[in-house]
């Protein structure tokens, strides 16, 4: 199993340009996040799905939109990429059980730079 | 609002010595789960320990243990006999089951440097 995967690794945009980040797992989880790592800052939630069709905002959505169409896959947007939004980011994904949290499985990370 | 405080922003310790890193919450809920994850320097995290709100035993692996206190809203973590594979930012993290998502609320991470 490949687990949580992301794509791509590295990237690098000019303000204003879009991009997608890609988070494919393959544990046939239900819950799925995207979040950012800033230093100092720790990991803050962007967005997160309950299952495929469904997505909520979390800590820090402006800027960002998510989809998820289908089960295994997680997309992050950047519509109009801001230097702000240099940070890496990364996806994960958990079991889905009434009345238990389980741990999240995180994907290596994408580095993302706007200049 | 829930949150978690690592106070610790960065340890420096020599080979073998011990080492605790202290997490502090915050919630409101009742029924919450706390997690360690360790990012070495190669950047991936990496789960340590998931913990719900109504087991309050200490847990130990190898060399490391936890502690979980309800009473100060602590959930400490030590390493025991540290080794240099050992350096590595360690974050606490804190899931609410009222959340629904049980989205994780993370602290700001501990820095740990293994002196060999």
């Known amino acids: 199993n490949a687990g949580v995967t992301q794509t791509p690794k590295f990237r690098v945009l000019k303000t204003g340009q879009s991009m997608t980040l890609l988070c494919a797992q393959d544990?046939?989880?239900?819950?799925m996040y995207w979040y950012r790592q800033d230093p100092g800052m720790g990991l803050r939630l962007i967005h997160y799905s309950v299952g495929e069709g469904t997505t909520a905002k979390g800590e820090v959505p402006d800027g960002y939109n998510v989809s998820r169409l289908k089960k295994q896959n997680f997309l992050l947007g950047l519509e109009s990429a801001a230097p702000s939004q240099t940070s890496v980011y990364f996806c994960?994904?958990?079991?889905?059980?009434?009345?238990?949290?389980?741990?999240?499985?995180f994907g290596p990370g994408t580095r993302l730079t706007v200049t | 609002a829930q949150k978690v405080t690592q106070a610790q922003t960065e340890i420096s310790v020599v080979e073998k010595e011990d080492v605790t890193l202290d997490c502090v919450y915050e919630?409101?809920?009742?029924?919450?789960?706390l997690f360690w994850y360790k990012q070495p320097p190669s950047g991936e995290l990496v789960f340590l320990i998931r913990?719900?709100?109504?087991?309050?035993q200490n847990e130990i692996s190898g060399r490391y243990s936890w502690n979980f206190q309800k009473s100060t809203s602590s959930f400490n973590f030590t390493i025991t006999a540290s080794q240099v594979v050992d350096s590595a930012v360690y974050f606490c993290a804190l899931s609410e089951e009222g959340a629904g998502s049980y989205q994780l609320t993370f602290g700001k991470g501990t820095k740990l440097s293994v002196i060999p």
């Open positions: 913990r719900n709100s109504f087991d309050e």
């Open positions: 994960a994904s958990s079991y889905r059980r009434e009345g238990t949290a389980y741990e999240q499985y």
């Open positions: 919630t409101r809920d009742t029924t919450y789960y």
């Open positions: 544990m046939n989880h239900e819950y």
